[in-house]
């Protein structure tokens, strides 16, 4: 069972350039959380997607915004691009077979964008 | 901002119990209190959670004290592949509708 795979592992991009950002969640889950990591920092929530809608959103421009797909992948888009926005991004499924409580999510590898 | 506060750094000895603080003091009565771990490069794995008892599991244990306003996970034969960034993070108990907040974590350095 493969868990969450994101993709590209890399990336470098020139300020004011545009990004995407891929995600496909574990084999039964059906949300799907992206978060930002810069370096020495804990993961910052960005947004929440499920039933291909963004259900909940963190404290970020509204130059990040993504999309879900039927299949319930998402993609992360990161517009005009700024040096600040270089960090690891995360991508975190759960399942909605929740005992009362339990809200694990998983985590993918993450994609190491670097702004230069 | 995260409800939690813990140490910044712990060293522990290979083969020995790791004990990691959290204070939660500010914890609501529905919350519960959820360590994740994320070693060099990977992403956040899921340790633990618990409401107000304490739990274990193959991974380790939760001790969740009576007031609920700290806790301690302990990783109880800690080997090197244990070093990583501990994150412990208060989450209501409904659904999956919520967001984590990690704080900065403690870096636990397993020595040999």
């Known amino acids: 069972d493969a868990g969450v795979t994101q993709s590209p592992t890399h990336l470098i991009k020139t300020r004011g350039q545009q990004v995407t950002l891929r995600c496909s969640p574990k084999?039964?889950?059906?949300?799907v959380s992206w978060y930002q990591q810069a370096l020495g920092q804990g993961p910052q929530f960005i947004f929440q997607y499920y039933e291909e809608e963004e259900r909940q959103r963190g404290n970020f421009p509204d130059r990040f915004s993504g999309h879900q797909f039927p299949n319930y992948s998402s993609e992360l888009n990161v517009n005009a691009l700024l040096l600040g926005d270089s960090a690891l991004y995360l991508c975190?499924?759960?399942?909605?077979?929740?005992?009362?409580?339990?809200?694990?999510?998983?985590f993918g590898p993450g994609t190491r964008l670097t702004v230069t | 901002d995260a409800k939690t506060t813990q140490p910044p750094s712990m060293d522990c000895a290979e083969g020995r119990a790791a004990n990691l603080p959290c204070n939660h003091s500010?914890?609501?009565?529905?919350?519960?209190v959820y360590w994740y771990r994320q070693i060099h490069s990977q992403g956040p794995q899921y340790i633990i959670h618990g409401l107000k008892n304490n739990e274990t599991n193959e991974m380790a244990s939760l001790i969740i004290t009576e007031d609920r306003k700290s806790s301690t996970l302990i990783l109880p034969h800690a080997t090197l592949r244990d070093t990583a960034v501990y994150y412990c993070i208060v989450y209501p108990g409904s659904g999956n509708t919520g967001k984590l907040i990690f704080g900065q974590g403690t870096t636990l350095q397993v020595k040999p």
């Open positions: 084999s039964g889950h059906d949300t």
């Open positions: 975190a499924s759960s399942s909605p077979y929740l005992l009362a409580g339990s809200y694990e999510q998983y």
């Open positions: 500010t914890i609501s009565g529905n919350e519960y």
